[in-house]
């Protein structure tokens, strides 16, 4: 039996063109490009040049497999990933990583808010502080009061913010012979910094709040269509809804690592060739690009910040509800009222307040990165071969059981992560 669900609205089901017809993929893709994977990349381009250039292009068939199996869980059970995987798997081992999951959210929107907060600063002064409350009551408000298909649009529009970092471009010159080199030749390099710069990248573009989103917005998508039913129910609809599904999640994941693969290069070739190797945060990249590469520049990095910022927090904050929720059996949906849903509204309102707070007691940025990957990094292998292992059931996907590419693709990305993870941790302490 399918949940319960949202009424469905069908006047929004097939309006508004092309742009109605963006899904879940898109705003998925755009929030992994948080204040926070700026930073990371920002950090990445400062230090070693253009020579991580290809971790991009590496990491997209992984992300991107790893993110359309979630998506077909969603599409195929008509149920969230959290919710399918505490049918099929013992609770104590869900619910402990599902623990790790909420921590490492709640820091990262606390350094997301705190990263808005300082790049407004930047660009009109100001409390820094203030700034921090604002953004965060704003993200929470969104959610809270707007029905999801109405919020969806705003999420869609806040993506394009990311094209202020293909904008920082215009104003440099690009030797695009030696980045082409750098990107389809490369040089792996061995030594520690490089291992462990490869580790943050793919720890950043491969992250567990991605798979619980994505998957349940799909549902979110299906329930809000008067022609769609999950696919155990509807087996016919599966070319279409899959078809639409695969096209999104893969146009979005290209346009998650296009943008960090100009983050990167904008730090190479701005940052790493006047010296500047030291960036930890995505405001300090933003100050420092103001004498080298201009004021203008220097705007366009920090408006993306901002925006970027108000995509992502409520994105982690989101995925934090609908995991928790799913896994304790409580209705969920950014569709349903908040009277409907109390418990699931809770969970995204402590996390945002409590990553307000973060800022308050003056969490340092650098740190609180470090955890928080350490955590999703202890988190997302055995994720990753729990959600292979339920989606390759054919008592759970019944015929839309994995594909070959599939298996491949998710299992090699599995692989991945789990060396990063070892990797992560051979580091610690050195």
Known sequence: MRRPGPTRRPETARKGGLWAHIGPGLITGASDDDPSGIATYSQVGSQFGLAMLWTMLFSYPLMSGIQEISAQVGRVTGHGLAESLRKHFPTGVLHGALALLLVANTINIGADIGAMGA???????????????????????????????????????????????????????????????????????????????????????????????????????????????????????????????????????????????????????????????????SSQAAEALRPVAGRFAFLLFGLGIIGTGLLAVPVLAGSSAYAVGEALRWPVGLERKPRAARAFYAVIAVSTLIGVLLNVVHLDPVKALFWSAVINGAVAAPLMVMIMILASRRQVMGTFTLPWRLKLLGWGATGVMAAVTLGMFATLGK
């Not at 203030?130 to 109405?150: A, E, K, M, S, W």
């Not at 070319?239 to 190479?268: C, P, V």
Request: glycine residues 6%.
């Open 119 to 281: 790049a407004l600063h930047l660009l009109a002064g100001g409390p820094v502080q203030l700034f921090v409350l604002g953004f965060g009551l704003l993200c929470l408000g969104l959610q809270i009061l707007i029905p999801y298909d109405r919020y969806v649009p705003y999420l869609k529009w806040l993506c394009l913010a990311l094209f202020a970092y293909v904008g920082i471009l215009f104003v440099i010159r690009i030797p695009w012979l030696q980045v082409l080199k750098s990107t389809l030749l490369p040089r792996v390099s061995l030594r520690r910094d490089s291992l462990t710069a490869i580790v943050a990248i793919l720890g950043t573009t491969i992250s567990p709040y991605l798979f619980f989103w994505q998957a349940s917005e799909e549902v979110e998508e299906q329930q809000l269509d008067p022609t769609q039913s999950p696919l155990l129910e509807a087996p016919a609809q599966g070319d279409a809804q899959l078809g639409a599904m695969r096209t999104n999640t893969w146009l979005g994941m290209a346009y998650s690592n296009i943008i960090a693969f100009f983050i990167i290069l904008t730090a190479a070739l701005v940052l790493n060739a006047h010296g500047i190797t030291d960036i930890q945060t």
